[in-house]
């Protein structure tokens, strides 16, 4: 069982320790910054030697430690070789000057390293420490992980849904934030499920738990978060492997610089060799090959972009993706569940002459109430929004691929398809067969009474998110669904998509995605939530699942989870691929451009330690302030 007073001393104790590193790290720049000045005052080389130690002490074990990792060529070793060098020629200033304000640049590195990586947990890291469990008729404070599936738990007005459960009682709000990055409340209907991590906005409600803390929504977005810092982007895989060549080469150079103005001068005889000058200039050298700027700018701007993107509700799986996202020219969606709701609306009543559209649509939903069909769900809502009240259920017969028969005030009221007309031996009237849309019909004792259409409908940001789609340069939009294609050419019509396909089984999907790759070099990004999704969402360079009602195979599959309904996050989610991209791109030609231009100064005798400095630790904290602007640009 754990303890809330332990996991409090132990957060009080890490803080102390931050707390004396703190002072610690600060005492000895500033000890090592004020022997540097009495050194130049008094001219003194024991003064200088005290002012290096401080700071070149613990360079000089990340430089053992690396060794015995043989790690032979790293910052470390280069900065040591360098500031020793200097000690050498009689450099004293220059060579205590570099090592301390590569330690002021390290040290004010890893702080906005540690602010970006402190930020992002914090904003996933929501899991409430304590949760209230109904046990014998007592509310007991526990760890959520001594939770039990199945047992319920209480979660006050404004306090945070530790685990995942459904309601128990009435339906009641939720702040969405912490799962979706919106405020805007979500309304839950008893019954229906609860994530970790919702917070409660009106009263105290009850839930019963489905999932044990480790499975919640909440430490799966974390797991997810966590786990996408360790799928590298191909930018973050090229610094590396371009760190490991790049760093022995340019210390070959360093040699050579100082070797062939020697051989040179020996062999003409008409060159003056001065080996302190051309000593200083390898030393030059060293200092700014360090490639700290890239080892560290790079995988901090993906990083940042990931922390960015999960503060919106937009779960990115790796950099990787975050990188592919950003070249996407061709979308895919899914229709229902994705551009839809998932949620039947009645949109047309057309009862027969003589009977009124209150009385078609009183038996038509009085036959259904039974039902759990999500067109009956649809037909009991329109009567409860009209305020119809229904008949009392007799018998219930269900007809498999037509409808349902059910006994009402004595009459025999059937409801279902047009194919349920034929198998009574009604005529189909043609308005009937001319209407758009999924159609229930009503026959009373035999006669037919009218028709219903009923229609999925559009989600109130999916115009949005189309539109937005084109401004990105995204002209290729299509949309696959298993509906009948008249239905899926009207929805593509209304959102202005030229490319719309229907009557498509899973396998289907995944040839028409198939079909896109093999006919171009189309990247493509495919737009699912159900489990049949799964196949194509895995077949697509990018895979986004919409994950607020989504399945679990589509949120597993996808590399990409939007953890809202809105398709409009798609958006933000291409939006966080181009941003980060840029500003890898920025980090790159600056480091590159500014250690290339000094590199090049350094070896004919035009720049000093102090530029090297700069082109090492300035350029690394520019690189590393840069990557902390994505936090601001993705909105």
Same mark, same amino acid.
């Given at each position: 069982?754990?303890?809330?007073?332990?996991?409090?001393?132990?957060?009080?104790?890490?803080?102390?320790?931050?707390?004396?590193?703190?002072?610690?790290?600060?005492?000895?720049?500033?000890?090592?910054?004020?022997?540097?000045?009495?050194?130049?005052?008094?001219?003194?080389?024991?003064?200088?030697?005290?002012?290096?130690?401080?700071?070149?002490?613990?360079?000089?074990?990340?430089?053992?430690?690396?060794?015995?990792?043989?790690?032979?060529?790293?910052?470390?070793?280069?900065?040591?070789?360098? %500031?020793?060098?200097?000690?050498?020629?009689?450099?004293?200033?220059?060579?205590?000057?570099?090592?301390?304000?590569?330690?002021?640049?390290?040290?004010?590195?890893?702080?906005?390293?540690?602010?970006?990586?402190?930020?992002?947990?914090?904003?996933? +890291?929501?899991?409430?420490?304590?949760?209230?469990?109904?046990?014998?008729?007592?509310?007991?404070?526990?760890?959520?992980?001594?939770?039990?599936?199945?047992?319920?738990?209480?979660?006050?007005?404004?306090?945070?849904?530790?685990?995942?459960?459904?309601?128990?009682?009435?339906?009641?709000?939720?702040?969405?934030?912490?799962?979706?990055?919106?405020?805007?409340?979500?309304?839950?209907?008893?019954?229906?499920?609860?994530?970790?991590?919702?917070?409660?906005?009106?009263?105290?409600?009850?839930?019963?738990?489905?999932?044990?803390?480790?499975?919640? &929504?909440?430490?799966?977005?974390?797991?997810?978060?966590?786990?996408?810092?360790?799928?590298?982007?191909?930018?973050?895989?090229?610094?590396?492997?371009?760190?490991?060549?790049?760093?022995?080469?340019?210390?070959?150079?360093?040699?050579?610089?100082?070797?062939?103005?020697?051989?040179?001068?020996?062999?003409?005889?008409?060159?003056?060799?001065?080996?302190?000058?051309?000593?200083?200039?390898?030393?030059?050298?060293?200092?700014?090959?360090?490639?700290?700027?890239?080892?560290?700018?790079?995988?901090?701007?993906?990083?940042?972009?990931?922390?960015?993107?999960?503060?919106?509700?937009?779960?990115?799986?790796?950099?990787?993706?975050? +990188?592919? /996202?950003?070249?996407? +020219? %061709?979308?895919?969606?899914?229709?229902?569940?994705?551009?839809?709701?998932?949620?039947?609306?009645?949109?047309?009543?057309?009862?027969?002459?003589?009977?009124?559209?209150?009385?078609?649509?009183?038996?038509?939903?009085?036959?259904?109430?039974?039902?759990?069909?999500?067109?009956?769900? &649809?037909?009991?809502?329109?009567?409860?929004?009209?305020?119809?009240?229904?008949?009392?259920?007799?018998?219930?017969?269900?007809?498999?691929?037509?409808?349902?028969? &059910?006994?009402?005030?004595?009459?025999?009221?059937?409801?279902?398809?047009?194919?349920?007309?034929?198998?009574?031996? /009604?005529?189909?009237?043609?308005?009937?067969?001319?209407?758009?849309?999924?159609?229930?019909?009503?026959?009373?004792?035999?006669?037919?009474?009218?028709?219903?259409?009923?229609?999925?409908?559009?989600?109130?940001?999916?115009?949005?998110?189309?539109?937005?789609?084109?401004?990105?340069?995204?002209?290729?939009?299509?949309?696959?669904?298993?509906?009948?294609?008249?239905?899926? %050419?009207?929805?593509?019509?209304?959102?202005?998509?030229?490319?719309?396909?229907?009557?498509?089984?899973?396998?289907?999907?995944?040839?028409?995605?198939?079909?896109?790759?093999?006919?171009?070099?189309?990247?493509?990004?495919?737009?699912?939530?159900?489990?049949?999704?799964?196949?194509?969402?895995?077949?697509?360079?990018?895979?986004?699942?919409?994950?607020?009602?989504?399945?679990?195979?589509?949120?597993?599959?996808? +590399?990409?989870?939007?953890?809202?309904?809105?398709?409009?996050?798609?958006?933000?989610?291409?939006?966080?691929?181009?941003? %980060?991209?840029?500003?890898?791109?920025?980090?790159?030609?600056?480091?590159?451009?500014?250690? /290339?231009?000094?590199?090049?100064?350094?070896?004919?005798?035009?720049?000093?330690?102090?530029?090297?400095?700069?082109?090492?630790?300035?350029?690394?904290?520019?690189?590393?302030?840069?990557?902390?602007?994505?936090?601001?640009?993705?909105?």
């Amino acid at each position: 069982m754990s303890c809330t007073c332990c996991s409090h001393d132990h957060g009080h104790t890490a803080a102390r320790h931050g707390q004396k590193d703190f002072i610690k790290e600060y005492g000895r720049i500033i000890g090592s910054g004020l022997l540097l000045a009495a050194g130049a005052l008094f001219r003194s080389p024991v003064c200088y030697l005290a002012a290096y130690l401080p700071v070149a002490l613990p360079v000089l074990k990340e430089a053992r430690e690396g060794l015995a990792r043989r790690e032979y060529f790293n910052e470390f070793t280069l900065m040591l070789i360098a %500031t020793l060098g200097a000690f050498a020629i009689g450099e004293y200033p220059e060579a205590v000057a570099v090592m301390l304000f590569y330690s002021v640049g390290e040290h004010l590195q890893e702080r906005a390293v540690g602010k970006v990586h402190r930020n992002i947990r914090a904003l996933l +890291d929501l899991r409430p420490e304590k949760a209230v469990v109904l046990r014998d008729g007592q509310a007991l404070s526990i760890s959520p992980q001594e939770v039990q599936t199945g047992e319920v738990i209480e979660v006050k007005a404004g306090g945070r849904v530790p685990l995942d459960g459904t309601l128990c009682n009435a339906d009641a709000s939720f702040n969405t934030a912490a799962l979706t990055g919106e405020s805007l409340p979500r309304r839950i209907e008893k019954g229906g499920e609860v994530p970790a991590g919702l917070i409660a906005a009106e009263r105290t409600v009850r839930l019963r738990v489905i999932r044990p803390f480790a499975e919640s &929504a909440l430490s799966r977005i974390l797991r997810m978060v966590q786990e996408a810092s360790e799928r590298k982007a191909p930018a973050e895989l090229f610094i590396r492997r371009f760190a490991r060549i790049y760093t022995p080469v340019v210390t070959g150079l360093a040699v050579l610089i100082v070797l062939l103005p020697w051989l040179w001068s020996l062999c003409s005889g008409r060159f003056d060799y001065g080996f302190g000058d051309w000593l200083y200039r390898a030393l030059v050298f060293l200092v700014v090959s360090c490639p700290c700027a890239l080892v560290i700018g790079i995988p901090l701007s993906y990083f940042g972009g990931i922390g960015a993107a999960s503060r919106r509700g937009i779960l990115f799986k790796g950099g990787n993706y975050l +990188d592919a /996202i950003a070249h996407i +020219d %061709t979308v895919v969606f899914d229709k229902t569940g994705t551009l839809t709701r998932g949620e039947f609306d009645v949109q047309v009543c057309v009862p027969r002459p003589g009977i009124s559209e209150e009385d078609l649509i009183r038996l038509a939903a009085s036959a259904e109430q039974e039902s759990i069909h999500p067109l009956a769900a &649809a037909l009991m809502r329109h009567a409860q929004a009209r305020h119809i009240s229904l008949l009392p259920v007799l018998e219930v017969e269900e007809l498999a691929g037509f409808g349902i028969r &059910a006994t009402l005030d004595g009459r025999k009221i059937s409801v279902g398809n047009i194919r349920l007309l034929e198998r009574e031996g /009604i005529a189909c009237p043609p308005e009937l067969r001319e209407a758009e849309g999924t159609i229930v019909a009503c026959t009373d004792e035999g006669r037919y009474i009218g028709f219903l259409i009923l229609a999925d409908t559009l989600k109130e940001d999916a115009r949005q998110a189309i539109d937005g789609l084109k401004e990105l340069n995204i002209k290729n939009i299509q949309i696959l669904s298993g509906d009948k294609q008249s239905i899926v %050419t009207t929805f593509a019509r209304r959102l202005h998509i030229g490319q719309a396909y229907g009557d498509l089984l899973p396998e289907d999907k995944v040839k028409h995605i198939e079909n896109l790759r093999l006919n171009g070099d189309s990247r493509i990004a495919f737009v699912g939530d159900g489990i049949n999704d799964a196949p194509a969402l895995a077949l697509s360079n990018v895979g986004i699942a919409m994950g607020r009602w989504g399945s679990d195979a589509a949120i597993e599959t996808a +590399d990409v989870v939007i953890q809202t309904d809105r398709p409009s996050r798609i958006l933000t989610a291409i939006w966080a691929g181009r941003h %980060t991209r840029r500003i890898v791109r920025q980090n790159i030609l600056l480091a590159l451009g500014v250690k /290339i231009a000094v590199l090049a100064l350094g070896a004919v005798g035009m720049a000093t330690l102090w530029e090297a400095v700069f082109a090492d630790v300035g350029v690394a904290l520019l690189a590393v302030l840069n990557a902390m602007r994505i936090q601001k640009l993705i909105k």
